[in-house]
């Protein structure tokens, strides 16, 4: 059956004190929205982002990286009812199912979604609320079941009863409905309860009076459903994103020295046998191949693409760049717009100097094959240096350099002989 989701991102987020919108922090180069947005594009063929605090920078945001996804504007913000409410008339005469999702629980990924989904099928579920069990759940919707152990509501943190409040199962904002059966509860919440607003999580209770299949589905892995509201969530959050990826790349083949001191970014995929060493951060996505050597203390900023058998060194930055088979920067150097061939070796200190702040034109850097360049190299973009040329050590190179030839732009050495012994006279 086809499936839409609605992705909630209006809210003000006040806990986090900033002024961009929660749902555009980013863990590890890339926005907690399109964390949510990449968990469902294998499984929806359209999605409708709910914006309204700081609502262009979000539309901007989704309009420019996912073209299967409008946004919609709620204005004021009354719930998450109510910002469900603004994609119904989008989906008037939709026949299939509706994904709903926070769009603050970065974590959760396709794989959960998917099981979810089979669950809802599979138990012919008119409406059913992913939940997970917490041993904190302060802050979240309890969920309250029957004496039979079905469904019975979602009662908000604010509203518990105190018996209520030691109940661990948890609303995780995630919810499947049967669109046609579900779309009138929008036009009938109410804001009767602690926070004057228009809860989703009242649907439930709808469901029930109209006699609706209701069910709830319990994610073990409580991890996924970590929500974003305040900074220390965030922080939080990347070190569960963190720790899931390495995992995944050390039981891949991936050496990971210190993954107490290592960043690795969801979106970034390394190769059998390379050594990533310790306090290094590779953030948005990238590809390292077999055999690397990455860090100590490197930084991969996203769009990275390394070939096998490279060597990343120490305090070596590189972002946008590709660099072929058998290429090392050791030490110190910036790589930035970049395009390096194979068997290329990269001075201590060598800088791409991509960027013109005056024009604010980016600018490529390309080395073929076989270049050799000397350390303390200033590479000023656009520039080329053809295969197998050489260049100086302390060369600042603003054209073109031909295949095979040594360039180097250096003052003559001056030695004065004794000068020392003469200007202390
Ligand atoms: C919500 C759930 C709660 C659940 C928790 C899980 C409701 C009423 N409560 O609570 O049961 O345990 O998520 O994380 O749904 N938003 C809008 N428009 C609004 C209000 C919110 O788009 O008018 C968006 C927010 O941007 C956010 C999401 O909806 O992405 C959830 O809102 P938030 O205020 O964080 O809800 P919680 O209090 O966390
Ligand atoms: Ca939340």
């Not at 299949?213 to 959050?237: H, K, M, P, T």
Request: proline share 3%; charged share 25%.
């Amino acid at each position: 059956m086809e499936i839409k989701s609605i992705i909630m991102a209006a809210g003000k987020g006040t806990r986090m004190k900033s002024e961009t919108p929660k749902v555009l922090h980013e863990i590890l180069g890339k926005t907690i929205l399109g964390y949510v947005l990449d968990s469902v594009k294998n499984i929806t063929t359209e999605n409708f982002v709910i914006v309204g605090h700081k609502a262009e920078q979000t539309s901007e945001f989704v309009e420019k990286n996912y073209n299967t996804s409008k946004t919609v504007l709620q204005s004021p913000q009354l719930g998450t009812g109510h910002a469900v409410s603004m994609a119904c008339p989008y989906l008037e005469d939709f026949k299939g199912q509706i994904l709903i999702l926070n769009g603050d629980i970065p974590l959760v990924t396709e794989e959960s979604l998917k099981k979810f989904i089979e669950f809802h099928n599979s138990s012919n579920s008119d409406l059913t609320v992913l939940s997970t069990i917490f041993e904190n759940p302060a802050g979240y919707g309890r969920i309250i079941r029957e004496s039979d152990n079905t469904l019975k509501a979602i009662v908000e943190d604010k509203d518990t009863t105190f018996e209520q409040k030691s109940v661990k199962e948890i609303n995780a904002g995630i919810y499947i409905l049967n669109w046609p059966k579900v779309k009138r509860a929008f036009s009938q919440l109410t804001s009767n309860n602690a926070q004057g607003e228009y809860y989703l999580t009242d649907i439930v209770e709808w469901g029930k009076k109209e006699r609706l299949n209701v069910n709830a589905y319990i994610l073990e892995n409580s991890d996924e459903i970590y929500g974003i509201n305040s900074r220390r969530n965030l922080a939080e959050a990347t070190r569960i994103m963190n720790s899931r990826k390495l995992d995944s790349l050390m039981d891949n083949g991936v050496t990971i020295i210190d993954p107490s001191s290592t960043w690795i970014s969801e979106d970034t995929e390394i190769g059998a046998d390379t050594i990533i060493y310790p306090a290094t951060y590779i953030e948005g996505r990238n590809k390292i191949g077999k055999n690397c050597k990455i860090g100590p203390c490197a930084h991969l900023r996203g769009n990275v693409e390394i070939a096998d058998n490279c060597k990343i060194g120490n305090f070596v930055e590189v972002k946008n760049s590709k660099i072929d088979h058998n290429t090392n920067a050791g030490h110190l150097s910036y790589i930035g717009d970049s395009e390096l061939g194979a068997s290329i070796n990269i001075g201590a200190g060598t800088i791409t100097a991509n960027y013109n702040p005056l024009t604010k034109v980016k600018s490529k850097t390309i080395l073929k094959d076989n270049v050799k360049i000397g350390s303390n190299t200033v590479l000023v973009a656009p520039v080329t240096v053809e295969e197998s040329a050489n260049i100086g050590a302390g060369s600042v190179i603003t054209k073109n350099i031909p295949q095979n030839a040594l360039a180097l732009t250096r003052s003559p050495l001056k030695i004065l002989a004794d000068w020392v012994k003469n200007y202390s006279k």
